[in-house]
């Protein structure tokens, strides 16, 4: 199945509009290309207008991914509450997608603006590809990846058999994971032993913090991992009377 076919079946299967209607636009890019090779050969792209124009849908995509997210995580958050508010004044009843709807909202478009920017830095726009590797290592926008999408994922996987194991100790019963910003997730143990945590003083939370300063991901090698520390950065749960003295 061509990419712009899954692309709409998929798209179809999301029970709110809203979900629908922040897809990445493939097939705008296609006819854009399509458009500009009808012209003289000698005719550069204009990668400028291009990127401003990506962006600008990138932001309506991750705008409606946070808070889509932040009403299923963060039901308390300021963003939720000005939804919330808006509504209830329309009288509107407040449904929120669900965590498989969400996965695949995020993920279908990280798809979606990766063959976006190949094809069009294919056919002549120039710095595309650095565009969406600078985004995606950044982390400009949350639907290409942060640690509660990756949460939400090990939650629709734990009705499976086998849990999730420590790529560390490769023990599977070695819960609680703590999941980093790049969405590799290694045991608590592992993570303490790794950062000498318990040497330091202060909350768990910020003992990690700091901790996390010097430390790379043992997976992908990213430097400081955990910039920022919180209850979804725990699965299943955050641990309770651990290192909070």
Known sequence: MKFDKFLKHTQAT??????????????????????????DQGDMMDSQEILQKLQAQCHKTDHTFQTELNLKLHPSSWCDTILCF???????????????????????????????????????????MRFYTEAKTKRTFKFLGNHERMYLKLQLHSHQEAPPECPICMEEESLPLVILDCEHYLCLTCLMHMTRVTQRKGTLYNRLIMAGVNLSCPVCRQYNPLSTVDKYHFYPTEPKNTLNA
Not at 97 to 113: H, Y
């Open 14 to 39: 999301f029970t709110e509009p809203i979900l629908q209607e922040s897809i990445l636009p493939y097939k705008y890019w296609k006819k854009y290309i399509k458009q500009h090779k009808s012209r």
């Open 86 to 128: 808006a509504k209830m004044k329309n009288k509107i009843q407040i449904e929120t997608a669900t965590d498989k709807e969400l996965v695949t909202f995020s993920e279908i478009n990280q798809q979606a603006l990766y063959k976006i920017c190949k094809k069009l830095q294919k056919n002549g726009a120039l710095d595309l």
